[in-house]
């Protein structure tokens, strides 16, 4: 059955509302502290050791992404867990919480199909995310301008960016699970708590269960076959996606992401850096791979969302 | 050619093997005020969600204006304002912000919202609070501001559920004040509720939900006469005269004349006979002392239809 016009009609509206919702909530104030001091923690504990290190590295300005300095992790690891945290913060209460201040029927009843209202939450949180990220990103760039006193590279700002750009897409995978568990439950607390264990479950016991899962599934002694199956169930996880593509974007060394054959390293000069282009070759099935998850969890949100009485 | 502008046929809701709405079938003219009453659970809310084409038809259909609410949900939507039970805003924002969001949601350009608005909360009386948080509004004016959205809106069709739950007595009254003016103003409203005074003091016609299907539909007067047999109670006092009860019970449009006491009857009759009444008392000579009315109250309709006593039979119908 054909409906009749756009099913975006008042997405516009849906977007400016949820924005201005956002920007003016004490979410958002959180969020401004969070990225001030990620970025302050992030810079100070890198440019310690990077001033340690030579100045000749072409990608010194890449070091302060993924320099670590104990107690502190590196700006990546920061943005690890920092990201999901965000996302789910903007999203568990997407849906749940227009059912629980019964404006859902109300807004439902205006010229509007849900298309838009769920299609709209989701693009003005997604936005919020990524203002904060640009944030961010512009912080510890500026700051690092700053202590570095040398400017960064065109390749490394191009891998800056690109860093930035996969940063939002593992930002909208979180953001989609959370607005999938703000459409089926009805408690905003249980979908933020369902969230987030999954979120501990993929980012810290997943990694560590997949080769023996990988071992229980895999009946073969090769090596290669379980490492490769170990991986590839690693990679359900968008942590390791993340994780994987940061190795591959920020380290232009990193030639696969995968076991490394006799084949591929012939005629390779160990310890050169990739290109830029060949690098996001490297990354690129990580990246699908992020903005495949974010799509089929908000489908699965959507679905949810169409099928749902609304009696609110 | 018709003047009903909602028409419901054999509209039904299912889920899985149970029924919410069975078989519905019911129409509602141009500027006339329905009611839809029942108790919780018998359809009524999901009729009202399939008219707004936000709950699925599983068979049968509805047109609004002539509209397909499943195929062109929009057109029905710009047509229909509706006011939930239990009408929610967004409290961190004011009662005209709550209001421009959906004036925009409406594609009204911002010239013309302000004034829609303006005009909108002037008519609900909350014009001195329109910039205050809705945070801060009692549930009272809550039920009014959606009133104001549906004003506002310039809607031709409004669906009231359950809009006086929860209210307090003066509330309701300046609520029911405010239906009856968009009444007034040519708006048709389709209300639902189970606070039956308030529902008969409004409607035109009222269709009574039972288990998912209308069990009777018709004006407060119909409705008496089928569940009560008349709906009408006339009783008389007087002294003198012969024959009373015999003259009584002739009239026509009379259905039970019954003496619970000595020089007083009580009559049930299909309308307000207190004039013939008084005319017989006179003819037979007698001295008439009261004369009073009870019209038919849905309240005793309502209970008396489900209670499944059906038309009243305990007085003996003198009437041929």
């Known amino acids: 059955m054909r409906r009749e016009g756009s099913p975006w009609q008042g997405l516009g509206v849906v977007v400016l509302k949820e924005l201005s919702d956002h920007f003016g909530s004490v979410r958002m104030r959180v969020l401004e502290w969070l990225v001030v001091l990620t970025a302050l923690a992030a810079v100070y504990g890198a440019i310690q050791d990077i001033r340690a290190v030579t100045a000749e590295d072409p990608f010194l300005f890449l070091h302060l992404f993924t320099t670590a300095r104990e107690p502190l992790p590196s700006f990546v690891s920061f943005l690890g867990f920092l990201v999901p945290l965000m996302a789910i913060g903007l999203g568990f209460d997407a849906v749940n919480g227009e059912h629980n201040r019964r404006t859902l029927s109300r807004i439902l009843a205006q010229p509007i199909y849900r298309d838009a209202l769920l299609f709209g939450k989701f693009i003005a949180a997604l936005a919020t995310l990524s203002v904060s990220l640009i944030a961010l990103w512009l912080l510890v760039i500026g ?20 860093l930035l750009v996969v940063t939002i897409a593992y930002a909208g995978v979180w953001l989609a699970l959370a607005m999938l568990f703000s459409t089926i439950f009805r408690s905003p607390a249980t979908a933020a708590l369902v969230a987030l264990g999954l979120w501990l479950f993929l980012t810290l016991i997943w990694p560590a269960l997949s080769p ?36 591959a974007i920020l380290h232009p060394s990193t030639r696969t992401l995968g076991p490394v054959y006799v084949s591929q390293l012939q005629g390779a000069v160990m310890g050169s850096p990739l290109p830029f282009w060949d690098s996001l070759m490297v990354a690129w099935p990580q990246i699908v791979g992020l903005v495949a998850a974010t799509i089929l969890l908000f489908v699965g949100g959507y679905v949810a969302f169409q099928r749902q009485e609304v009696r609110a | 050619m018709s003047n009903d502008v909602v028409e419901a046929q054999g509209l039904t809701r299912r889920y899985g093997t149970a029924y919410a709405v069975r078989d519905v079938s019911f129409t509602v003219g141009a500027g006339e005020i329905f009611g839809l009453l029942g108790p919780n659970g018998a359809g009524k809310t999901t009729t009202i969600l399939m008219l707004l084409g936000l709950s699925e038809i599983s068979a049968g259909k509805a047109r609004v204006f002539g509209h397909d609410p499943m195929r062109e ?158 709906g009408y109670v006339v009783e008389v006092e007087a002294d003198g005269g012969k024959s009373i009860a015999d003259r009584l019970a002739a009239l026509p449009g009379v259905r039970t004349v019954s003496e619970p006491a000595a020089g007083r009857w009580r009559m049930t009759c299909d309308r307000d006979m207190r004039g013939e009444a008084a005319a017989v008392v006179v003819a037979a000579g007698g001295h008439l002392h009261q004369l009073s009315l009870d019209r038919p109250s849905l309240e005793t309709i309502y209970t008396r239809y489900f209670q499944g006593q059906g038309p009243q039979r305990e007085e003996v119908p003198h009437a041929a």
């Not at chain 1, 700051?143 to 690109?162: H, K, N, S, T, Y």
């Not at chain 2, 302000?114 to 039920?143: D, H, P, Y």
């Not at chain 2, 310039?154 to 009444?183: C, F, M, Y």
């Open chain 1, 212 to 247: 023996a899962i990988a071992e229980a599934v895999v009946w073969s002694e090769n090596q290669a076959t379980l490492v490769i199956t170990a991986q590839m169930l690693a990679r359900l996880s968008p942590s390791t996606l993340f994780g994987e593509c940061v190795m």
């Open chain 1, 143 to 162: 700051l690092g301008l700053i202590m570095l006193g040398v400017p960064p590279g065109g390749e490394e700002m191009a891998r800056a960016f690109l």
């Open chain 2, 73 to 230: 949900p929009l057109a029905v939507k710009r047509l229909i304002g509706y006011l939930p039970d239990t009408v929610g805003f967004y409290d961190n924002i004011s009662a005209a912000d709550n209001l421009h969001y959906t004036g925009r949601l409406m594609g009204f350009p911002l010239a013309d919202r302000k004034k829609r608005i303006a005009a909108a909360l002037e008519r609900v009386g909350l014009a001195e609070v329109a910039n205050k948080k809705v945070g801060t509004f009692s549930r009272g004016m809550r039920q009014r501001l959606g009133l104001a959205e549906i004003v506002m809106k310039d809607a031709r069709i409004a669906i009231l559920d359950e809009p006086t739950n929860g209210l307090d007595p003066q509330a309701s009254v300046d609520l029911l004040d405010l239906i009856r003016s968009l009444k007034a103003q040519g708006v048709t409203i389709i209300l639902s509720s189970h606070l039956l005074d308030r529902v008969q003091s409004v409607c035109d016609r009222v269709a009574l939900f039972n288990g998912g299907r209308i069990a009777l539909m018709g004006t407060v007067e119909a409705l008496g006469r089928e569940v009560l047999g008349g």
